[in-house]
């Protein structure tokens, strides 16, 4: 991932390696400034609070992005002892400009940059310290294409640092301190190893590196703007703006007149299973991923039983045209 | 288990469901009580003491238990919030007799009963509301027989209204209120489930179910004497006292002469991996499991391996004579 930093992976989940990111470098009172942009980045909101930090948060409307500009502003204004970025807030399909974001936080030091990169890692460029990242955070089962059941984590020499400077921390399992002496040689104990999710985690990192990781960003760059294509022109509105769209999954609004659980439980009869919308958009939105080793045949067979079920629930749409969409944007 | 009581299955391993039930039902400064016989009994004064509980520790020495008669005179002398007692510890191999200890309990109401059952729940008899008590926690890795990856934890009604009185604590993946709705009703969200996992331990509990509970019980002991008589006959010591001797696995304290290292590597060649001792013990010993739904062929071929790593070691060992203790024990 671009670090000469710690890499951390236990068992857990995504929600765990978030938890851990922020009890191993933020004590009672301090600081924080967090950037969201839908659940999960208010997910972070909780669990400052939850540890009396001082959050101050910077939150768009659902599917627009705060701007770069605000950040700055933001930065200008008050020192905080860290900041969170969720690349992709899968709540709103909106993709954080991580590395626009890390450029400005050069000139802030002593604010140390966390990127949930949940969503996105190992689908979405992320290069920690060319990008100035400080920890990245991810769970097993987006893009790295493994089950889920493993919470990982990259710490770099600043985050290492202020771990250090807190002295005992309160949690336990999720303390740095105890796990580095394990990830640096696995015949350590310190709790049991999920044996069967990291070898699973190997396989999926072994081709991850036969396909390079450069290919693979722009594989799922061209995967998902060709999946939204094909979506729109099915006559979905897609929540997230254009220019901060991710290409890791697509929010995509129902039309007039369609039932979500309706529409989502046909959709698994035909064999593809979606994600409802969350907080506001319960009900009105279906979340569609298309990241880790997806191919050509997942992607044409789940625009087909998409169009299928659009017929079953009576909207009027031309069999074989999402495909089309599709694999013309492919072909490009 | 026994109970009524809520039962809690998250991505995670048995260190996470000891800090989840100290985590959920104990504040700063509250009076515990831990009865340690040996390194998993201490790993809960450290997880007390992080968060400053005032802890009070009855410990044996490695091999023996404390006494009933003991935990009942410090319970008279000191009020606590809670006592914890690990049933198995798989570092002395030391069982701890719970429903006596929760014999006794039913006097204290005010103080839970947390027992730790990573080395013996679904192996050694725990009926949770019988025995009174509060929590029980284990992993999914040992006599579940699943592979590790789950943190698994039963809470009653005073261990979940303990809960309720602290109002907002610090830890968040681990909070039973943010986990009692999903388990209730799994298709809510709030932190992804090791999918994979469950469906295993779904598995496992079949099978548990299709032997019956008490069983399966029956048949660790069967088994677990057998594999003791047999690991005696071949002239190994047992660490654990034989009235306090756990069924799940056996501690085996080497002969004279015989290097840990070489032992462990030669048995692994032969087939079967132990682990080895800890703390004072590391080198001095090594620890077999024999729990789970390991059959007399299992057992046939790990003793068998016993013997040629012996032999080859240079011990002078009579070939096939602990097979024989075994199966003559077994046939009983």
Chains 1, 2 share one sequence.
């Not at 990982?152 to 807190?166: D, P, Q, Y």
């Not at 693979?216 to 254009?242: C, P, S, T, V, W």
């Not at 290409?247 to 979606?274: C, H, K, P, Q, W």
């Not at 919308?277 to 991923?289: E, I, Q, W």
Request: hydrophobic share 40%; glycine share 10%; with cysteine.
């Amino acid at each position: 991932m671009g670090t000469t930093g710690e890499v951390f992976v236990i068992a857990g989940t995504g929600t765990l390696s978030m938890e851990m990111a922020i009890s191993n470098t933020l004590r009672s009172g301090d600081d924080m400034l967090v950037v969201s942009h839908g659940f999960f980045g208010d997910r972070f909101v909780e669990l400052c609070e939850r540890r009396d930090l001082n959050v101050d948060v910077l939150r768009s409307k659902w599917g627009k992005a705060v701007s770069v500009e605000e950040i700055e502003e933001q930065l200008r204004k008050k020192s905080y002892d860290a900041i969170t970025v969720t690349h992709v807030d899968t709540s709103t399909g909106v993709s954080a400009p991580i590395k626009e974001i890390g450029e400005i936080l050069k000139k802030y030091e002593d604010t140390l940059y966390i990127v949930d990169g949940v969503c996105s890692t190992a689908g979405q460029r992320e290069y920690i310290d060319e990008m100035d990242i400080d920890i990245l955070l991810t769970g097993s089962q987006k893009a790295f294409g493994v089950a889920p059941g493993l919470a990982i984590l990259w710490a770099g020499e600043k985050a290492l640092e202020r771990r250090k400077s807190l002295g005992t921390i309160s949690e336990y399992y999720i303390d740095f301190e105890r796990w580095i002496p394990i990830m640096n040689d696995p015949s350590k104990y310190f709790a049991t190893p999920a044996v069967n999710m990291i070898w699973a985690l190997k396989e999926s990192i072994n081709i991850i590196k036969e396909e390079g990781l450069e290919n693979r960003y722009k594989r799922h760059i061209r995967n998902g703007r060709a999946m939204q294509a094909a979506l729109e022109g099915l006559g979905f509105e897609l929540l997230a703006d254009k220019d901060v769209r991710a290409v890791t999954l697509s929010n995509a609004l129902y039309m007039d007149g369609i039932d979500d659980v309706e529409f989502r439980s046909i959709l698994a009869e035909e064999g593809v299973v979606v994600a409802g919308g969350l907080g506001d958009y319960a009900g009105k939105m279906f979340r569609l991923g298309h990241m880790g080793n997806i191919d050509i045949h997942d992607m044409v067979s789940t625009i087909g039983a998409i169009e299928r079920t659009l017929y079953r629930v009576g909207v009027d749409v031309e069999l074989g045209e999402g495909v089309g969409i599709l694999m013309g944007e492919l072909l490009k």
